[in-house]
């Protein structure tokens, strides 16, 4: 969501006449876009303004500029931690940014805006970091009351973008060649709620599938208690739409998911991942996990591990808990001690690790079809994409004609945690090249 709240950024001050600079150093203009999910991201946010407060003290003018969930969240608090910002800009004011900076120019005064968004359409294009993938907003806000989660106080309610604007946008991509897009919503199954007309997410995937000429669609984030039959058929179903779920469960104790006010038991998320399971064959499910949330008790840890066995994720995040201000989890009774929570994290991963290792060793000698991103980083001479259920193949470059966007057959033929190692298939080198 960050990422492309960035990348609305950069566009919306390019079409004000700024360009990208190559480094904060010759920056005239530097932006830092912050989360606060979590006290580490924030912590992070601070640390770079340190950094660039004293950049600008060798380059007077630079402007340090605040944005994002911190920004929305501390408001003029800011200002306080941070002497050397010269605007904090929330997260509905993007559209503002450089009528602001003229505004902080002209007076050598800070400015904050943490107002509410007059629209969230806007007319300038991000800057775009790839040219392969691209990410776009299906819905803003949440309307959610995880105990833990600071999303709903600092994003707002919960808004869905109209069907044919979202449709425009994604056909665009398609015209320009985009491979991949991700619809973005931090619940993206309610989105169409309290739309007129009425839309729901699997009409959309539908709509994107049949016009927008994107090859693979993705989207992220599911809640569980939202995730419907028709979306899972409409992954099963659509060309486009990728066979990759994130499914976040945060806990697998029902005295945890209860207190986290999730909205549902670990029966039945177990009921949900198998009709998904069983309706989309092969379909890749992804969690996120949170360790030590207040009152989490051995025993109720153990069923996270239990159900982490169970359900054989393909992938986790996983987190210590962070109380964060002002969300009903801060003042819970019965704080996990950090040298506990950081224990549960590690037997956590290094279970996840086996389950994840065992998954992607079962793929050696499948065939799977991979987008090629770029070069493989690891090894120049390779080739690194994405199969469609979002793991990360290499493979050797040889002699083809291959350039990144293109859609290749690899054959796997070796499996670690984190990627895959492969060969492109004998006989079809290049499966598709779209556009
Ligand atoms: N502490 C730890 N993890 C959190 N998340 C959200 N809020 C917190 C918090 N206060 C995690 C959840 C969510 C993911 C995006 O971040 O697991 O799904
Ligand atoms: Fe936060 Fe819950 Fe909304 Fe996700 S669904 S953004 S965890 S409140």
Avoid at 134 to 148: I, K, R, S
Avoid at 181 to 200: C, F, M
Avoid at 292 to 299: K, L, M, N, V
Wanted: hydrophobic share 40%; aromatic share 6%.
């Amino acid at each position: 969501m960050n990422e492309a709240d960035s990348e609305k950024m950069a566009g919306i001050l390019c079409a004000a006449g700024y360009r990208l600079s190559g480094s904060p150093e010759e920056a005239d203009v530097i932006l830092i876009n912050t989360c606060s999910i979590r006290d580490k991201a924030e912590q992070k946010a601070f640390s770079l303004a340190g950094r660039f407060a004293q950049l600008k003290r060798r380059r007077p003018g630079t402007l340090l500029v605040l944005t994002g969930c911190v920004a929305q969240k501390l408001g003029a608090g800011v200002l306080e931690r941070a002497p050397a910002i010269d605007a904090v800009v929330g997260t509905g004011r993007m559209a503002e940014l450089p009528e602001l900076l003229e505004r902080v120019r002209a007076s050598g005064r800070p400015e904050v805006d943490t107002g509410e968004a007059a629209s969230e359409e806007h007319p300038a294009a991000p800057v775009r970091s790839s040219r392969i993938k691209a990410w776009t907003n299906v819905m803003f806000g949440c309307d959610n009351h995880c105990a833990y989660c600071v999303v709903p106080s600092v994003r707002g309610r919960e808004r869905s973008r109209k069907p044919v604007e979202v449709l425009a946008e994604v056909t665009a991509l398609g015209r320009a060649g985009f491979r991949e897009v991700t619809l973005l919503g931090q619940n993206v199954n309610s989105y169409g709620r309290g739309l007129v007309p009425a839309a729901d997410f699997a009409g959309l995937l539908r709509a994107i599938d049949a016009a927008s000429g994107v090859p693979r669609v993705r989207f992220t984030t599911s809640h569980p208690k939202d995730f419907s039959t028709g979306l899972m058929r409409a992954v099963r179903d659509l060309p486009s739409v990728c066979e990759a779920v994130h499914l976040p469960l945060q806990a697998g104790a029902d005295a945890v998911l209860e207190r986290m006010n999730r909205g549902y038991t670990l029966e039945r998320y177990r009921r949900i991942i198998g009709e998904l399971r069983e309706t989309v064959p092969g379909v890749a499910v992804t969690t996120d996990i949170i360790v030590g949330f207040p009152g989490e008790r051995t025993a109720d840890f153990d069923d996270t591990l239990q159900a982490l066995a169970e359900f054989r994720f393909d992938a986790i995040f996983s987190f210590r808990f962070s109380p964060r201000e002002g969300t009903p989890a801060c003042t819970m009774s019965g704080a996990v001690p950090e040298e506990e929570s950081a224990r549960r994290l590690i037997v956590l991963q290094a279970l996840q690790r086996e389950i994840t290792e065992a998954g992607n060793a079962a793929l050696i000698g499948r065939e799977v079809e991979v987008l090629v991103e770029g070069p493989s980083r690891r090894d120049p001479g390779a080739w690194k994409g994405r199969t469609r259920t979002n793991r990360i193949v290499n493979f050797p470059a040889g002699d083809r004609p291959i350039v990144a966007g293109d859609f290749v057959n690899v054959r796997i033929t070796g499996a670690g945690f984190l990627s895959l190692e492969g060969r492109v298939a004998a006989g079809d080198l290049v499966a598709a090249r779209c556009g």
